[in-house]
């Protein structure tokens, strides 16, 4: 079984996405997420190019990496100095990692345009830097920048240049897609050149995603005999991005035999994707391979019932392996098995029940024909089902009445929103009270929570995490009908709930009661 | 050169994805969006299977697509029936498009499982419903369901299906990678083997993404000789979502000469995307290759000193062919070139008024800053240019204050929303008056028009015909920043506002009072 190495660059090429920036603590707890999935080089920032990149290197000796090795990242020495006087490869030593990498031009256009310097004096240049690393670094990597391009042009001299790194003592040429734009067909001949040109030096492959070809690419290289791919968590990157190890992991696992991680840490991988987008405050790509909530979602009433027969027949992997799992969206386009899997998921059980089967389904056309969407608020689903099953479901409270008002007394200033609500609580208890907030939405829900909270302390350690509205259809401009799905958290889940109504306020306070009602039905029902 | 039909199937497949859903009047534009891009088919939905996808193809009737061909998709007919006695081919044909779609079975495990069938059966299966079709329809595709996974385990009955398909009249075989995990190399040796048993039948692709592979593979599978590539717009599809055709045209076209689309739609590629994007009303991926805004946007100061002499040396294409822009991030330069561009785009000349270029772009700054977009709100985006430009811009009126009120009194019913507004007409005049609405935005903008049209009776004649609701960034719940979107038209043309605020009444407070302001200046003001 070939082994492939995982380089990972996600502190460094990573941090080059417009909207992502890691804080030095964020930096050091990725380092050991890596190191726990498996991964065997961790680039962990440029310390000439920035400084807070330096400080990473200080503070990461305190960490205690079992199988990671750290490396530190930099560019060839500057035109006309000697290597030992460059201030940049200086600090890639300073960074006392047992691997340093760096960066070399290879198209014969930079070194003309870019550099402006003779050919020969690049080559140079290559030569004295990874020859001066290697006096002092046990592995230097020599990143072979705009490899793919530079081929393309010159290929003669994109060869030379890595085999004037090869012969310096580099330990790994890396080839390089710098701008991303390269085709698989291209990257495997281009591989096998480099191949034929320094045979006794190991290769790795550094693919940009600008064509949507950086895995597709990286895979390539890896079957010409790349030893080392390197990428990041996610695909972040420059631009559109590097190549996403967290989809190149499993495909060369799973599908191609390679051994990259050990299974148990592959079983991760979900979740280190996941942590990783926390850590950035981004908001996790649904859609993402293998990892994404919805690569395992089914939601097509045919897929559905398929997929509960032989879960083969539409999943081109078991989602475990990589520590995802199967989901099946309740949606108009299901039918009665979607809707069988979901009550079995939330432990209802429905088989025996076949006229309660068929009232819910009924309810349940009604309500999305109304507008209704239950993909995202499965909590709102629950206690339909409930509903249906057990009849009425258990009321917490009664409203009487709630008043929201916006004021708005100058043109400069937002309007103050201010709710009063009175309701009657479990033993007839009449509660009224009021809030502010930020907007009519924000205020009614303070004074509900205000209002619960005398006869159910619990609502308080409830946090609304998210609050989304859709318009739907278009042609009645503000009349129109409008959904509102609101998630939810405690200390202990997660959960999502929807309101639809012609009146955004009457939308979203349907959302809000579902939400209370759930943490309710969890807290205080046995049945639930 | 070689031509690629595109066939799109966002309105469909697109939208399997758990988080897409579109109106009726949403697919309308889509479609005729596509048709202007120049794709060759659209496929607009599967009347068996959703009642209201039958309605979109009544609806379509009325559109004049000028080169777009309309297809409705279906299955085989159902084991034990006879084709003409099949209520979903039934359906197909009363959609009365030109093309006609169906997916077949065509590996042996579902053959086996999911029908329960013998295999010989589901040979007479899709011979019978091909044939059928084709005595009613210009055009059948056989969309070869599993196609991929099938030949890798029975290669024999995999090719005997589409062998059937194509003796019985389909006029394309479409190979389809259902479950989305194969990889190139395979997709290339069964396109051959298909080709090899059907050499007289057209073959297209159609893949998922479920590996980050759609595109490779479609690229692939192009390579060998398929004419049609099925995808959609911005890879919206089940799970993973489908082939990306934003990604696969301009790298067909551009980097392999291809020919799909002529260079002035190509050039469109960025702004279809945005559009799909909007309508889904999901946030665009910055990090998506060719058109997203991250896509040709350089932030490593080596990459952005180098891009500036040299265009080429990190970008892979020139972003204006498919409508893309260079932005260099944290930079002053970028931001004027873009907003000379956006100001060209609505035919102002900026170039020669320096001091207010510089004052509108702190202006936008600041204003992008705190949640604005202009992609949407072209409307508000030129009354603010001309109020940089032109100094202050005319005030038509005077808010002197607004109170907004949902009451509700009685639980199943939605809470009763009356405005009331005070405002200072041209001459000093003080209206004041209320009006009731579906919602509180409802209510406002009825008040709104009723005091303004007692000074500009014209406002009568607006009707609003979109209305957006955004919420920006997560982890705050109600209290979070929200951005509103109007579209507002009257008999001539159609114009888009923006607000934002913490407050949804204050945002759309501001979007409807841009909309009012864009007509009066539109009617009343002569420069305009």
Redesign the interface.
Known sequence: MRRVQLYDTTLRDGC????VSFTLEDKLRIAERLDALGVHYVEGGWPG?NPRDAEFFRAAKRLRLRHARLAAFGSTRRAGIRAEDDHNLELCLRADTPVVTIVGKTWD??VR??LRIPLEENLDVIRDSVAFLRRHVDEVIFDAEHFFDGWAASPAYALACVEAAAQAGATLVCLCD????S???HVGLAVDAAQGMIPGTPLGIHCH?????A??NS??AV?RGCLQVQGTIN?FG????NA?LV?LV??LQL??GFHCVRPEQLATLAAVSRFVYELANL?PN?????V????????????V??VQ??R??????DPALVGNVQRV?VS??AGRSNLLYKAAQFGIDLQSDRPAVQRLLEQLKNLESRGF?Y??AEASFELLMRGALEGDRRRFF??I???????????GE??I?EATIMLEGPNGEVEHTAAQ??????AL?QALRKALGKFYPEVHEV??????????????????L?RVL???GDERERWGTVGV??????A??QALVDSMDYLLHKRRDPAA
Do not use: M
């Open positions: 080059q996405s417009e909207d190019s256009l930079h345009e870019d710098t701008r991303g734009g085709l698989p067909p995603n600008d064509a949507e070809l895995v597709a895979l390539e079957e695909g420059e631009r559109c991005g996403n989809s499993p495909t599908k191609r908001e649904k859609r993402q391979p293998y994404g909530q919805s690569a395992f979602a089914h939601k097509g009433g045919l897929h019932a398929a027969k032989q083969e027949t539409y999943e081109h992997i969206l108009d386009l969407a993909e995202g009664r409203l009445g709630f008043r929201v008002i916006d004021e708005k007394r100058h043109e937002p309007p929103a907030g930020n907007g009519p939405v924000h829900d946090r609304l995490l998210d609050y989304k509205v859709r318009v739907l259809g278009s042609g009645e401009g503000t009349g129109a409008v609101i998630e939810s109504s012609h009146n955004v306020i009457e979203s306070w």
